[in-house]
């Protein structure tokens, strides 16, 4: 008896929910579509939610015959709506192919990239804390701000990753009983990201720039640690041949 009530409960919650979040979903990603296309009509069904499943800062976009569904991590509840109108505008762009800028994508992208600023810093790890510290002090006179420092899984295809929306740098479980240099390369390659960010160009994020490719030349003996980084990779595998990414 009582199991029927909540039921009936959380399903009339759930749509009431749903119904308030509709006009707001409508204002939203109607305005951004208006704003970034204003010769074209929006004829679409719209549909937004906020949810703790998607990462820090996180959002996608889906477009299925004639909806588009926004799924936003929660965080972008309390937001500027402009910022959040550069947010559904970048993603537009995306599932429409098309190449724009706006002053909404502006305010979005410096948005973004002031982030790490305010993020909370308290993940690290003493391997990774030490190869941040040699890497600072190496090639950025000590400068950089330590970001969060944690292991990954043991990826094969993802070896190293710095993720804007947290600060943080996540290295694969490959490289922990490694060799110091090499995992201070892999390091360096995501501090690197941290220091140029990113360029937003006709609705496009760059994260690998001309600046940052000239700066990721300069690590003393590269070719010779990405020949050892796949050499690990393929020992792990078993393979002759592996996929190597860096992001």
């Known amino acids: 008896m009582f199991s029927k009530y909540y039921l009936v409960l959380f399903f009339a919650q759930s749509l009431k ?3 308030n979040n509709l006009p707001s979903a409508m204002h939203l990603i109607q305005e951004a579509f208006q704003r970034l296309f204003p010769e074209k009509p929006f004829t679409y069904h719209a549909e937004m939610e906020y949810n703790r499943r998607l990462g820090t800062f996180n959002a996608n976009i889906k477009k299925y015959q004639n909806t588009i569904s926004l ?7 309390d937001i500027d709506k402009e910022i959040k109108i550069g947010l559904v505008q970048s993603l537009l762009l995306r599932i429409f192919k098309e190449k724009a800028h706006t002053p909404n994508i502006e305010l979005y992208t ?19 804390d030490a190869s941040f510290h040699r890497v600072n002090a190496q090639f950025f006179s000590g400068m950089m701000e330590k970001p969060n420092l944690q292991w990954g ?10 993720n804007f929306h947290d600060d943080s740098v996540t290295v694969s479980t490959l490289f922990e009983p490694g060799r110091s240099e090499v995992l201070d390369y ?7 990201h941290k220091h140029h960010q990113f360029s937003h160009k006709n609705g496009r994020g760059s994260y690998h720039s001309r600046e940052f490719r000239r700066d990721e030349e300069k690590y003393p003996q590269r070719m ?4 050892e980084i796949k050499k690990v990779t393929r020992k792990k595998r078993g393979f002759f041949q592996s996929l190597v990414s860096f992001s």
């Open 186 to 192: 892999l390091m360096y390659h995501e501090l690197l």
């Open 224 to 227: 010779l640690i990405e020949e």
């Open 17 to 19: 929910t749903l119904c």
């Open 71 to 77: 799924h936003l991590n929660l965080q972008w509840k």
């Open 110 to 128: 410096n948005f973004i990239k002031n982030i790490p600023l305010f993020a909370e810093k308290n993940k690290t790890d003493p391997v990774l």
């Open 153 to 162: 899984t043991e990826s094969r295809r993802k070896l190293a990753h710095y």
